[in-house]
Every structure is written in structure tokens, then in C-alpha cells.
């Protein structure tokens, strides 16, 4: 089980942690809520928790409870750009179908 | 799918939730809009890469208008329908605008309510209505580049913007559709941006050299909150008055007397380059096409620059130490120093400002969008994306608000200096048996009586059920919004009846009146307590002895033999007498002289009183 960043992405969270000037961490999570089921949460860490899984990806610990694991085994978190909007993009295998805007979505 | 943000631990939202905010510097030449994404606060740019919009809107033929940099370009083959610097106009009135406009070719039309409009071909625009027009470029761009609808805004104002020219600035929000959560300061904003509010506190001074404007302010910083201490500035002093002088420099060396206004142009141009370069090479070469298609080539050196610029740069440390003598403090006070305004790049800004201040400014964040960048963060805080610790408050109430009272005393509700937004409520009663409406007298001030101080409203409550006094309770709820906009209501809390009124409290006052009548309530602390202890002495005895008649002219035949009854009138005469004087203490004993003349008949009537209610019912009902 493994969840994993690209460069760009994890170039990103490291800049974001810098500037944050705190932080140990990238959280990767989901809960249920939203249109169609899940929603993905995505935060700064300050503090891992003693269940949590904890993955290395360029540089950047990736910080996931381990509920969410189980929904977002194989992930990789993409850092793209969309006209002038910028932001982050999980690429979920696990993914059925996801609601019209792609924020929630069923297993 | 939809694009994600970091957010801060225990604050991502549910989707379709995302609380979207963005700070706006809405400026006199440039406005910019700024925001908060995965923690990292940036202005934002438009499809070019371009942060800045100009402040320019032109008014098309085919009914549509153009705003930013496209409007401004044709700002000289458009003039009447090509607005610019409209900020000027805010808030003011068809007299001002005469006044200001005087170099702006615009035709100014009275509006309906004293407010100026702008002939235009797309018909009578309002100031109001201009700037919403500039907003709502900056609102696409914003909700654009996050990719979702704005939950709100904040939007910066200059520090000496009046009441009319916040409302008039929070019009043009909502005009463009935009939720305004809370105008700031700019200079709040700078200081903000640079994370100073997270110190506990001191004196900081924010030095804002644009282009065509110079301001100066002083902020203290209590426990969080910024108070603008004094504020000073120069209208008609900036960058572009340095392009003027290196081109005049240009001139000289080049031999060119009465340059025509191609050539006027070509050399403000080449100045400004020469300026900008300067900031950071030490000599920077300059080349000119003459009229005749000649080339005239120089060089300018930073020491040369400097000398030339020099003068002008001390005209604004007058304006500095004016303002420091208006906040009563010396230079070694200030804590910080924030350099705001493309100008203030030039490096003899800043050794000077450096120099006077008797520290290094803060100039890490570039100062043409260290505002926006400001209220972005505050934006992002009241949005809700920060944790409740983390809240900031920055605005004070400057004089404490409060209610009259009996016998003229004021009651504070808001304690000066109580961070808003806030709501506070009191419970509040009648004088008189059977009351069926009260006048409340909204005041401002620290003093005692209420004639002291200031009278923002009156209004009344009335069908208040007919009570004993003291039985109704009336519940008085003073709100205080973001931007200082009083609310006051009263509801009766048995039947539900309410009244209410609003009020801008800050409105017409200034900052050296409103310390006048701080000063005066230190100075007249013992006096007003003097006088609130006589008056409430006063009311008391009004109370008692309204109680004392009502209640004999009910029942004191059958419960007071003649004896009693006289002696009680005695003292009650004795205490009419002394609440005349001006002696609290001997109202106080004349009050309690009376109580215990009538303490048996008071005894009397409360057993009587009990027998009547239980009358009828056996002992065990009691228990």
C-alpha cells in the first residue's frame, strides 16, 4: 500500500512548507461527505499521529490515516495548472465515478 | 477534476465548500487582488503575467467598456469617456469634485442624492459605479484563477478615508457583486502582510511612496488590534515627479530647450527607465531620439540620480515628522518601519526613510503588492480557513457606547477600545407602575452624565405590558458590525415588543475630537463620580418614595394607625428635602431613615399579602 507524489507536486509542498515556516508534512486523507460520496482532504501537518502511515516521496512525507489508506492506495498526487488556475489533483485507481467537479467521488 | 489547495490541519473544507477569499487593493492608479492558496499568500496575475490592472475604465461605443491597460492606452484619443484616478472621487460631493477634478477634462453632473456623475456615452456613471466596474475585473480574474465563486473580500482604503468614502468604496463591492467582509486600512494591511500583528505590541510606521502620492501613517499595536495614531501625507508628491526631474536633467545635458510633446514623452519615458534601472546597477546609459532623428547617448550614475532626487525625498520626511508629533512620539519609538509604493524601491528612499527612523525598513515584500497581499490574509482569516486561535481583530471602538438612564446617567453597554465586531445586551426596566414605554437615548463618551456626552439616537419602545415598576425587563442589545455600524434594539422579554434603530458612530467625528472627550473624562473622573453617586442617590429616592405613595394611598388606612402613618410621612418629607441638595451621603440617610420608619407598615402588608394567597389552600400545597 503506498500512496506517492510527482516531482512538480512535491517541488510544490516543499516550497509551501517553506514559506509556511512550519509543518512536518503533507496530509492526504478522505471523508465521507460531499455530492457523491467521499471527499478528499488534502492539509499541512503539524503533528503525525501514532496510526498514521507515513510515505516518502521527493523529499516530502506523505501523511495518511489509515481509513484513508484504504481508499487511496495507488494515488499519486499531480500538481497541474488549468488556464490561470493552479492547484493540486489526486489520480485515484480506485476511483468508480466521481461527481460532475471531480471533488467527491465513489469507490 | 477540480484543482485542490493545501489547508491548514483540521480545515479542509467539504467540497463544493471552499471558502474562496481575496484581499483587493483598490487603488488611485493600479488595483491589484491578491489570495491565499495552500498557505501561501500572492497577488494574482491576469492571463499576461500582469499583476497590476490599471485603475482606468473606458466606456466603448458598442455599450460594453474596457478596464486595466487597453483603457488606459487610449485614455488621450478618448479623454471624456475614459475614467482615471476615480478613487479621487469616492465618497465626495458635487462641490468637492468641482475642486478636485479641476485638471480632468470629465463633465460632472449632479446626482440625486448630492452625489457626482460622470457624462459618459454609457450615460451618467457614479463614481460608485466606476470603481465596481474596476472590481469586477478583479473579481473574474480572482474567481478565475481559483476556480470557484468568491465567499468574500477585503478590500484596502487610505487610513484618512471618512465614513462617506468607506460607504461609498463598500457600494462599489457590493455593486460588483462581491460579499465585502470588512474594508482595512491600508497600511493595517502592509503591516499585516509583513506578520507584525503577531507581535504583542508596539509602534509601527508605514511609509507608502506611489506614484503620484505620498502617505504616511503611524499604527499602535495592542494585543493584536492596530490603532491608527495620527496620519499625514503629500497629494501631489511621487515617482513620477522624480521622472520629471531626471528628465529635465536629460534635457539639460542634451541641449534640448522647449521639447514638443513627442519628445516630452520619449524623455519621461527614458527617465523612468533610467530610474528603475538604477535600483539596482550603479550607472545606467541612456539613449534619446531628438526631433531632428538624431541620437543622443549619457549616462547617469547612481550618485547623480541621487543628488538629483534627493530634495525631493526630504520633502517627505516633513510629513514624517509631522505625524510623529501629531501620535506624541520620537523616531526611536517606532518598532517598524514598512515601505510601501513603487517608489520606495529607489535605494535613497530608503537609506533616508532608514536614516530618520533610525532603522532598517522592511522591504522584503514588494511593495506594490505588499497591500493586497495584507488583506488577503485578513481576507483568508475571515473567510474561516485559519483556526478560531489564529483570529485577528483589528479595529477598536473609540469611545465607549452606551444608553441614558434615570436622572441623566449613562450607562455604558460597550466599553472604548472593545474590538468589533461585537454585540453586547443589558437588561433594563421601568421607573413607573404600569409603564407602557420607554425612550431610549443612545450615547458616545466616557463621561458620567449625559450631557457630557455625545448623542448618536433616540428612539422608543413602546405597548410594553402595563407592569409594577421593575417588573418588565427590557433586554438592550447594542451590535457594533465590522465596519463600525451601531445597531440598537429593545425588546420587551414577556411580550415581545421591540424597537430598534442604527447609527454610524463614527460618523463626523474626528480623531482630535474624540480625543478631547477621552482627555476630558480623566480630567472630570472625580467630578463625573461625584455627580453619578448624587444622581443615582436621586433616582433611588424618587423610587422609593413613588413606591412609598403608591402603596399608602392602597392600603395605609387599613394597615397604619395615625401615629405610624405620620411618622412615616415625616421621614418621607425629610427625604424629599434632602434628595434637593446636592449631598449624596445625606440622601442616602434620609433613604434610610425612611426604611425603617416604615419597616412595620412593609411587614404588614407582606403577611397580609401572603394570607391573601394562601387563602384556600391547605398547608401541604406549600411544601
Known sequence: MAVTLTETAAQRVRNFLDKRGSGVGLRLGVRTSGCSGMAYVLEFVDAIEDTDEVFEAHGVKVVVDPKSLVYLDGTELDFTREGLNEGFKFNNPNVKDECGCGESFNV | ?623
Open chain 2, 1 to 623: 477534476m477540480a484543482l485542490l489547495q493545501i489547508s491548514e490541519p483540521g480545515q479542509a473544507t467539504a467540497p463544493h465548500q471552499h471558502r474562496l477569499a481575496a484581499g483587493i487593493d483598490l487603488g488611485t492608479t493600479n488595483s491589484l487582488v491578491a489570495s491565499v492558496r495552500s498557505g501561501v499568500a500572492a497577488t494574482l496575475p491576469d492571463a499576461d503575467g500582469s499583476h497590476l490592472l490599471p485603475s482606468v475604465v473606458r466606456y466603448l461605443e458598442n455599450g460594453t467598456h474596457l478596464v486595466g491597460a487597453e483603457a488606459r492606452a487610449q485614455a488621450a484619443q478618448d479623454p471624456l469617456n475614459t475614467i482615471v484616478s476615480v478613487k479621487r472621487f469616492m465618497g465626495r460631493g458635487v462641490a468637492d469634485v468641482k475642486h478636485l477634478g479641476g485638471s480632468l477634462p470629465y463633465e460632472f453632473v449632479a446626482g440625486g442624492s448630492g452625489m457626482p456623475r460622470i457624462r459618459t456615452r454609457a450615460g451618467e456613471r457614479s463614481p460608485v459605479q466606476i470603481s465596481a466596474d474596476i472590481l469586477s475585473a478583479l473579481k473574474t480574474r480572482a474567481e478565475q484563477t481559483l476556480g470557484g465563486e468568491l465567499t468574500g473580500v477585503v478590500i484596502t482604503v487610505p487610513a484618512y478615508f471618512d465614513d462617506a468614502q468607506r460607504q461609498a468604496t463598500k457600494d462599489a463591492g457590493t455593486l460588483a457583486g462581491l460579499n465585502v467582509m470588512r474594508l482595512l486600512n491600508e497600511p493595517t494591511a502592509a503591516a499585516v502582510a509583513y506578520g507584525l500583528d503577531r507581535a504583542a505590541e508596539g509602534v509601527i510606521a508605514v511609509y507608502d511612496l506611489g506614484g503620484g502620492t505620498f502617505d504616511i501613517s503611524v499604527l499602535r499595536l495592542n494585543r493584536g488590534v492596530f490603532e491608527v495614531m495620527a496620519t499625514a501625507g503629500d497629494t501631489a508628491l511621487g515617482g513620477d515627479d522624480m521622472d520629471h526631474l531626471v528628465a529635465d536633467w536629460i534635457m539639460q545635458q542634451a541641449g534640448v530647450a522647449e521639447p514638443g510633446h513627442a519628445l516630452r514623452r520619449r524623455l519621461l519615458q527614458s527617465a523612468c527607465a533610467a530610474k528603475e534601472a538604477l535600483t539596482d546597477a550603479a550607472t545606467v546609459a541612456i539613449s534619446l531620439e531628438l526631433d531632428d532623428g538624431s541620437h543622443w547617448r549619457g549616462e547617469l550614475s547612481r550618485e547623480r540620480f541621487d543628488a538629483l532626487v534627493e530634495p525631493l525625498i526630504r520633502k517627505t520626511l516633513a510629513p514624517c515628522r509631522r505625524v510623529l508629533r501629531d501620535a506624541g512620539i520620537d523616531p526611536a519609538d517606532v518598532s517598524e518601519v514598512v515601505m510601501v509604493g513603487g517608489s520606495t524601491r529607489v535605494p535613497k528612499v530608503r537609506s533616508l526613510v532608514g536614516e530618520f527612523f533610525q532603522r532598517p525598513p522592511l522591504v522584503d515584500i514588494d511593495p506594490d503588492r505588499v497591500v493586497a497581499i495584507g488583506a488577503a490574509i485578513q481576507a483568508d482569516i475571515l473567510a474561516g480557513n485559519k483556526p478560531e486561535d489564529e483570529m485577528l481583530l483589528l479595529d477598536v471602538i473609540p469611545l465607549s457606547l452606551g444608553i441614558e438612564t434615570m436622572g441623566g446617567l449613562s450607562e455604558k453597554i460597550i466599553a472604548r477600545n472593545t474590538t468589533i465586531p461585537v454585540a453586547r445586551a443589558q437588561e433594563f426596566t421601568t421607573f413607573k407602575d404600569g409603564q407602557t414605554a420607554m425612550a431610549l437615548h443612545v450615547v458616545q463618551g466616557e463621561r458620567e452624565l449625559v450631557e457630557d456626552c455625545r448623542s448618536l439616537a433616540r428612539f422608543e419602545l413602546r405597548d410594553i405590558p402595563p407592569l409594577t415598576a421593575g417588573a418588565a425587563r427590557i433586554r438592550v442589545t447594542f451590535q457594533v458590525d465590522a465596519d463600525g455600524l451601531l445597531s440598537v434594539s429593545a425588546e420587551e422579554q414577556t411580550s415581545g415588543a421591540r424597537a430598534q434603530i442604527e447609527v454610524k458612530p463614527s460618523y463626523g467625528l474626528t480623531d482630535s475630537e474624540i480625543e478631547t472627550m477621552l482627555r476630558a473624562s480623566m480630567e472630570n473622573a472625580q467630578d463625573d463620580m461625584q455627580a453619578r453617586r448624587l444622581r443615582e442617590q436621586k433616582v433611588e429616592a424618587a423610587r422609593v418614595l413613588e413606591a412609598l405613595q403608591a402603596a399608602l394611598q392602597q392600603d395605609g388606612e387599613a394597615f397604619l394607625d395615625a401615629g405610624e402613618r405620620q411618622a412615616i410621612e415625616r421621614a418621607a418629607e425629610q427625604l424629599g428635602r434632602a434628595s434637593e441638595g446636592e449631598d449624596h451621603r445625606a440622601i442616602r440617610a434620609a433613604i434610610e431613615h425612611l426604611e425603617a420608619a416604615s419597616r412595620v407598615y412593609v411587614e404588614r402588608r407582606m403577611n397580609a399579602n401572603i394570607q391573601q394567597a394562601m387563602t384556600g389552600h391547605a398547608v401541604d400545597d406549600f411544601k
